[in-house]
């Protein structure tokens, strides 16, 4: 018979409770930044668990600077699923465009008043703050390659665009793309930071740059 309810308790050895602080240690220092840091692609590491798959820093630059072209000057951003273009987005150093970082991982609640908590799930769960038709373009790249995901995304997608829309998904989703929002497959190749066994492509509904060679 055990003398308190404590030891009755699981314990964790030695060597599971130092690999658990590690853990946190370095959870913490990929988290904790300031400054220009926290805006790196990769501050937040990717986790496959959520889909996560980070563009290339090419291929970031690249979306930031056609979402500033397309929004135009004072315009105002909403990056859907897609936090790589913000922190490319914020790494420029521009004062001249708003944006907001819709997401579902925490993590990204480092950017404080610009995260919003976003479930595709949950379509139009959105704070009031967030009006109807309020972004010059929405840049979206939603989780999953499924219809379900995609019809529930666009659901935001055309709750919050005042007309221009770049989807990055898959190339197998083009057909839906093209029912759902009225997009169209570009030239440009997204990359990726790892090599991913879809291919994946951008989608606009606008004369956009993508179609041409920089
Ligand atoms: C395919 S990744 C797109 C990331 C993009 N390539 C980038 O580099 O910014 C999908 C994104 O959807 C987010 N996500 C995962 N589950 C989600 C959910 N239930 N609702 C909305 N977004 C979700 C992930 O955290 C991830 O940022």
Same mark, same amino acid.
Not at 101 to 106: K, Q
């Given at each position: 018979?055990?003398?308190?309810?404590?030891?009755?308790?699981?314990?964790?050895?030695?060597?599971?409770?130092?690999?658990?602080?590690?853990?946190?240690?370095?959870?913490?220092?990929?988290?904790?930044?300031?400054?220009?840091?926290?805006?790196? /692609?990769?501050?937040?590491?990717?986790?496959?668990?959520?889909?996560?798959?980070?563009?290339?820093?090419?291929?970031?630059?690249?979306?930031?600077?056609? !979402?500033?072209?397309?929004?135009?000057?004072?315009?105002?951003?909403?990056?859907?699923?897609?936090?790589? !273009?913000?922190?490319?987005?914020?790494?420029?150093?521009?004062?001249?465009?708003?944006?907001?970082?819709?997401?579902?991982?925490?993590?990204?609640?480092?950017?404080?008043?610009?995260? /919003?908590?976003? +479930?595709?799930?949950?379509?139009?769960?959105?704070?009031?703050?967030?009006?109807?038709?309020?972004?010059?373009?929405? !840049?979206?790249?939603?989780?999953?390659?499924?219809?379900?995901?995609?019809? &529930?995304?666009?659901?935001? /997608?055309?709750?919050?665009?005042?007309? &221009?829309?770049?989807?990055?998904?898959?190339?197998?989703?083009?057909?839906?793309?093209? &029912?759902?929002?009225?997009?169209?497959?570009?030239?440009?190749?997204?990359?990726?930071?790892?090599?991913?066994?879809?291919?994946?492509?951008?989608?606009?509904?606008?004369?956009?740059?993508? +179609?041409?060679?920089?």
């Amino acid at each position: 018979m055990s003398d308190s309810e404590d030891d009755d308790m699981p314990q964790l050895s030695a060597h599971t409770l130092v690999a658990l602080q590690e853990f946190y240690a370095e959870q913490k220092q990929h988290t904790d930044t300031s400054g220009d840091e926290k805006y790196n /692609i990769g501050v937040i590491e990717e986790n496959w668990q959520l889909s996560q798959f980070w563009y290339s820093q090419e291929t970031a630059l690249r979306l930031a600077k056609e !979402v500033l072209a397309a929004a135009g000057e004072g315009g105002r951003i909403a990056c859907v699923s897609a936090p790589s !273009v913000y922190q490319k987005l914020r790494e420029l150093h521009r004062d001249d465009f708003s944006i907001y970082i819709f997401e579902y991982d925490r993590r990204f609640a480092i950017y404080e008043e610009e995260f /919003i908590f976003y +479930d595709y799930n949950n379509p139009l769960d959105l704070p009031e703050k967030i009006a109807t038709h309020s972004f010059d373009i929405v !840049v979206a790249d939603p989780p999953y390659l499924s219809e379900e995901c995609l019809r &529930k995304t666009s659901e935001t /997608i055309k709750y919050l665009t005042r007309g &221009k829309i770049l989807l990055c998904t898959g190339a197998v989703m083009e057909e839906e793309a093209a &029912k759902l929002l009225g997009v169209k497959m570009c030239k440009f190749i997204p990359k990726h930071t790892r090599t991913l066994a879809n291919e994946f492509r951008c989608y606009v509904n606008y004369e956009s740059g993508l +179609d041409h060679d920089v």
